[in-house]
């Protein structure tokens, strides 16, 4: 089915939707709290997981977060403005899944030259960091996945606040400094428990208490702190009055950076408790940078699909995903908005299965990655050629060989395993009246990063180095993601921005670790394929198959789809939730629709400046 036409038909279906999400918008007078975002008097909009409007939008997992963006841009700043503002808000309110000690991957459509770019804010290894960072001296083994996540050797030089600087000073309109006002307000404020946060919270417990300064900030009496109570950060507002008035010269020549680096290279652990030291130095953060990279490009159903690059193996494994979902149509005759559901979460499965066994084997922060070649129309028609309608490929799938040179079907190169992956991050889109979109996924690594908290400033930092293979995943395959001085871990991070005819389409990201690829390419086939309304392609059971594992939610395990894929062979483990994930869709003339989850982890908020009906 043409995107023209499910976008018709889709549109017929949200009039329930939106129906529901307006008559939630409050009355300004009946707003609580209202005005602690620097948005005056304005009224705050309700949390919802879709709205419809004007005057552009925000998705994100969070209230504030999203309010905190509309405000921005109802002051009159654009998309750029409005994605740092709800980050910086998201780095308190949520401050398990991103902020100032981590990283991200920015994705930008220019309003006013219609072209697509992205900005590397991926944390970086230090510049001792070798290929054998993380075996253990002593057995000549890798160090325990966990050993290594609640240490100091995983702590890579944050990309975060160098990453906000950037956008703003390639895309934005206004200064840092305003943009955290609000969050730091917040931060002294502080929120209100809700469930997601406490269980997030209590799930950390052990590993918090591990460290007496982030016990101090995070716990209360060493116990999640309870559902309905108030916490706050006093910290962290410390730490953004700092970015705002040294700006983020704070992080990379100045205290924060002499605080972060002394707490990374000798974490205070509690008593009888010793962490991995980390290598990080103050040169360390002098020599980082984010860096403007060349966006991935794929074409799907006539549209162009843009994502993040190398060190992301996400932009290349969502096109890799979509393009083999082309080459099964021409080979079937079948298009995938024609077969059941049973038959779409198979072919899915499929094509997930092969791009994750090309990214692991080609994708990395090394020279010389075949990116073109790995998103190329050919590589994947060939690498289609094994697929089945009735079986599941055994797994592992093994790996191409994206070299140009495409037959009809090439013999199997090799494989290699998947290596363990964290569930943590957060993604948020956003659109402006000018054109600009924004996808936009960040991260401290897992829930709570690497556990440690900079004494006095409040903030986690991240443990994203363990995105690194410990060791060569495979013997005798060159793995392109081992450590390596000032290397960028490879990440699953997928911002997507979709355009139709040069025209902003959509904006999608989640989060979720390697299942970050699998929402990103579900939620965009569902919507484009499944005739399903932008909210629904999000609230779909998902299902990820990462070359190995195949994970799927249990609504999907129970149903007679999850039976019907056992049956073609396909293991599957249960996962949920999988990802949470945020979109806005692009409805032309200045309308836009922004979406977010109902139900995952409480629910998205999908906020517009002027909704309609
Ligand atoms: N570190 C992961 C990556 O960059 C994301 C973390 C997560 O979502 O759990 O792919």
Redesign the pocket.
Known sequence: MSPQRSRTILAAGLVGALATSLSLVAPSSALAGGGHHGGGHRAQLPKVPTMTGYGGAVASVDRDASQAGIDVLRRGGNAADAAIATAAMLGVVEPYTSGIGGGGFFVWRDGRTGRVTTIDGREAAPASFTDKAFIDPATGTPLPFTTAVNSGLSVGVPGTPALWQRVLDRHGTKRLGSLLEPAERKAVEGIVVDQSFHDLTAENEARFATFPETSRVFLRDGKAPAVGSRWNNPDIARAYREIRLHGVDSIYHGALGRALVAEARNPSAKDGVSVPKGQITMADLAAYRALDRQPTHARYRGLDVYGMGVP?S?GIAVGEILNLLEAYDQRTGRDLSEVSDAEYLHRFSEASATAFADRNRWVGDVPGVPTRELLSQGFANERACTFSESTALPRPVPFGSPDGAYAACAPAAGSTPAAP?????TSLSVSDRWGNVVSFTT?I??YGGSGITVPGWGFLLNN?LT?FNFAPLAPGVPDPNLPGPGKR?????SPTIILRDGQPYLSVGS????T?ITTVAQVITEYLDRDKALVDAIAAPRLSSRNGTENAEQALLSSPEGAALRAQGHVLALQDPIGNAVAIRLLGHGKAEAAAETTRRGGGSAMVVRPTR
């Open positions: 992301s996400g992956d964290g569930r943590s991050t991260t690594e897992q994203e995105d871990p490879r990440s699953s991070m989060p979720g670790g390697a970050i």
